[in-house]
């Protein structure tokens, strides 16, 4: 049996990534994980599966949720999708979908690996601080309002339960959304611009 053949019987399946590193979704290692990758790949992923009215990053919706959450869990704002540079950034009517079909337990056995591995490589507890999801369900109330077309606020705010933010969101291009995300993380002690 060829090496690679070998390995994938033992650890699974891999992804490339940016670095053109072997990234092993089973067996994710803290080592492999990189602030300039994650950046770079969730400065690419758009969230909503693209349903919006241009490309709003990943890495854009956790540098806002950093700024929104309690400063001493900033870092877990910025880092709290982190995971989705490795799986992407799967809906949450989607994951529920998946569950009903019975492929929940896995996704969330692969998410929690890979916000392990996260939390391990940035120092930091798990679970994620809830202020990190309130603030997060706040930036998809803000979100709702201005990156689709028609009028969901309403929809979102009642199924959130929470206003959107006073400030617009305007999304950027994909490199400085990445930018924005690395710079964000230098300034919570993470990585060097």
């Known amino acids: 049996m060829r090496q690679l053949e070998m390995e ?3 650890q699974g399946d891999w992804i490339q990534t940016y670095s053109h590193e072997k990234f092993w979704l089973l067996h994710p290692r803290p080592e492999q ?7 770079h790949a969730l400065g690419n992923i758009c969230r909503f599966h693209g349903h919006t009215l241009s490309h709003y990053s990943v890495a854009q919706h956790s540098v806002l949720v950093s700024e929104n959450c309690l400063p001493e869990h900033a870092l877990w ?8 540079a490795y799986m992407g950034d799967i809906p ?14 896995a996704l969330t056995v692969l998410e929690e690996r890979l916000m392990a591995a996260v939390a391990a490589k940035f120092g ?3 679970p994620v601080p809830a202020d990190v999801w309130y603030a997060d369900k706040v930036l998809l109330s ?9 009028e969901p606020v309403e929809h979102w ?6 206003e959107p933010l006073f400030a617009h969101v305007v999304p ?3 490199t400085v959304a990445e930018h924005r995300f690395l710079r964000r993380a230098a300034e919570l002690g993470v990585g060097v611009l």
């Open 92 to 105: 949450s009517p989607v994951k529920e979908t998946l569950k009903q079909l019975g492929a929940g337990d």
């Open 157 to 162: 705010t009642q199924r959130l339960g929470c």
């Open 77 to 84: 704002g910025l880092l709290h999708d982190a995971h989705e």
């Open 124 to 126: 930091l507890e798990l």
């Open 33 to 39: 994980i990189s602030i300039r990758e994650v950046a």
């Open 142 to 150: 803000t979100e709702a309002r201005d990156l689709f077309i028609g």
């Open 8 to 10: 994938f019987a033992v």
């Open 172 to 174: 950027l291009p994909p």
